[in-house]
């Protein structure tokens, strides 16, 4: 094994820092650290958040080990610090190269960690040797946490080595009777109990049962691995009865970092301050919906592939058609569609949005006050698929779940919806919020609750709206010079009168938002083509002054 040359870990190094701090005692280390104990002690009182510490090994490909359980718990809304026994180059292929961290130098990182930081749950991966493993058991003696989770890595999916066999008398002796769970899979079971065939859930169990008698609280046997088993079944013992986890299993080539993501996750829910059964409930049910959610994502091209830890990545990133972000110009011609008059002409809504979007508009809203729930998402993801063919935002009326569900560019609200503030909590800072306004003092309370833009109106009378104060083309301009977003003008506006709301004179007045003018007509898309002329003329008439 290669020697450490990083200055990082270089016996100098412990020389030069500052006096380390040396109290066994995590309430003492923090008090020893404050001028003043008491306000420190009340305001760990009042913004204490959960806390896992990790001890484990550095995965470069970021599917297992420290990274695994870095993201697992900070999509979980848990804290994690790191204490990393190994460095190793591994990638989808395999683990290339383990570098192991001196002894002294776990220990260092343990005792910077909790004599200091409060952890409430230790989660175990890879402990590469039988020093390690005692040098953890001699540390966790010394400070009080809440939990300890030990995840008895021996081996990658890959295959390789991350730890032999000497390290198991260090488990059999010391760690798992400190256990409150340890989630061997079968082939770590199996060596824990001295090389036994495990290949049916009874073996399952009975191999639970064993490893229990060498003294941990619980022990979870997970079966990701257990051949010709249609679901991925995990049994759980608790030293009286036996609890089956079951999950349909997701045919995927990306299971790596499966086993390190769901210790992690049973550790943060420990945290949280769940009780067991519902720790590895929870745990199970986040690795086979992260399972599930990026079963088709491809990073890297060995046999066995990262999972999504955030459900994030295909989220934002489909290949072939990323939505690019916000722009005020995706304002200029903003068709919300409804779906009485279409179903009056005889159109479904992806059909109207199409042909709005064939005839040139630049954003979509759809606006569906009748639609059942399961029909208005089932509506939203067909527009999307074609609003993201033509690069064209689609946005939904008010209904932030519908939003989400289908997963929608963003949400208009009105001044009686959600606030834009909640909305923006549920969806996230790239998504477009907007916000109907009629007056200044809503205009820079839009802004301050982090709204996108501003619709203003009606700008003049419509029988789309009922019982809707118009403000004219005076309220609109006074809307507009308050605002510090971009505006689009919506209320009774159709070709004949676009012009003339383009032309009041300001400059965050973006465009007009359509519905009568556009989906009340036999033919969305001329309709839209007629208007966006209007518009493209006024733009460039401006841009000639
Ligand atoms: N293809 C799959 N579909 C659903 N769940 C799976 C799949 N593969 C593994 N799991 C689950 O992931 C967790 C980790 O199990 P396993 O892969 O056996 O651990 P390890 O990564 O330590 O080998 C278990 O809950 C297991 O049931
Ligand atoms: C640093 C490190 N820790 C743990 C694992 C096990 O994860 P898996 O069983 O999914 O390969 C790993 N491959 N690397």
């Not at 510490?53 to 697992?72: F, N, P, W």
Request: neutral net charge; charged residues 20%.
């Amino acid at each position: 094994m290669a020697s450490f040359s990083c200055t990082l870990f270089h016996p100098l190094y412990s020389k030069i820092r500052c006096v380390s701090v040396s109290s066994s005692s995590r309430g003492l280390a923090i008090a020893a650290m404050s001028n003043n104990g008491a306000r420190y002690q009340n305001l760990e009182e009042k913004s204490k958040i959960p806390h896992v510490l990790s001890v484990a090994g550095s995965d470069s490909g970021g599917g297992a080990g420290i990274q695994a359980d870095l993201k697992t718990c900070g999509a979980r809304g848990v804290y994690c610090s790191t204490v990393i026994t190994a460095v190793t180059a591994q990638n989808t292929v395999g683990v290339q190269g383990v570098n192991l961290v001196p002894e002294e130098f776990v220990e260092e990182q343990l005792r910077s960690v909790l004599a200091d930081m409060q952890v409430d749950v230790v989660k175990t991966g890879m402990l590469p040797s039988i020093g390690v493993v005692k040098v953890l058991c001699r540390v966790l003696k010394e400070y009080k946490v809440q939990a300890l989770v030990v995840d008895p890595v021996m081996a990658s999916t890959s295959g390789d080595v991350l730890a032999n066999s000497s390290i198991l008398a260090g488990l059999w002796e010391e760690l798992l009777p400190m256990a409150d769970i340890v989630t061997p899979n079968l082939k770590e079971a199996s060596a824990l109990l001295g090389g036994v065939k495990l290949t049916t859930v009874a073996d399952m169990h009975s191999a639970a049962k064993s490893i229990h008698n060498f003294g941990p609280r619980h022990v979870l046997v997970k079966g990701g691995d257990l051949p010709a088993s249609l679901d991925a079944v995990d049994i759980l013992f608790d030293g009286i009865s036996f609890h089956e986890f079951r999950a349909s299993r997701i045919q995927t080539r990306n299971t790596h970092g499966t086993g390190c993501s769901l210790a992690s996750c049973i550790a943060a829910e420990l945290a949280k301050g769940s009780p067991m059964l519902q720790a590895v409930q929870v745990a199970k049910r986040y690795v086979e919906t992260a399972l599930n959610y990026s079963k088709d994502i491809v990073i890297g091209s060995g046999p066995q592939g990262p999972f999504d830890h955030l459900l994030n990545l295909k989220h934002n990133f489909p290949s072939s058609s990323r939505r690019r972000g916000f722009s005020p110009d995706d304002l200029l011609l903003y068709a919300v569609t409804d779906s009485g008059m279409n179903k009056r002409w005889g159109r479904s809504i992806p059909d109207a949005v199409k042909a709005a979007i064939e005839g040139g508009a630049t954003i979509i809203q759809l606006r569906e006050k009748e639609a059942d729930t399961r029909e208005f998402v089932e509506l939203a993801k067909a527009s999307l698929e074609i609003c993201r063919f033509h690069g064209v935002p689609l946005l939904i009326n008010d209904r932030v779940d519908v939003a989400l569900a289908s997963d929608a560019d963003g949400v208009h609200v009105g001044q009686s919806d959600m606030s834009p503030h909640v909305v923006r909590s549920l969806l996230g800072p790239d998504k477009i919020i907007g916000v109907s306004c009629k007056t200044p003092e809503q205009a820079v309370q839009a802004w301050s609750d982090t709204a996108d833009y501003i619709g203003s109106g009606g700008v003049f009378p419509t029988s789309t709206k009922a019982n809707n104060k118009t403000i004219g083309l005076d309220g609109l301009k006074t809307v507009c010079l308050a605002s510090k977003l971009p505006v689009v003008a919506i209320g009774g506006i159709g070709i004949a009168n676009a012009g003339s709301v383009m032309e009041i004179g300001v400059p965050n007045l973006k465009g007009v938002a359509v519905v009568s003018a556009l989906f009340d007509r036999e033919c969305v898309t001329t309709e839209t083509r007629k208007l966006r002329s209007v518009l493209t003329d006024v733009l460039s008439t401006q841009a000639s002054k």
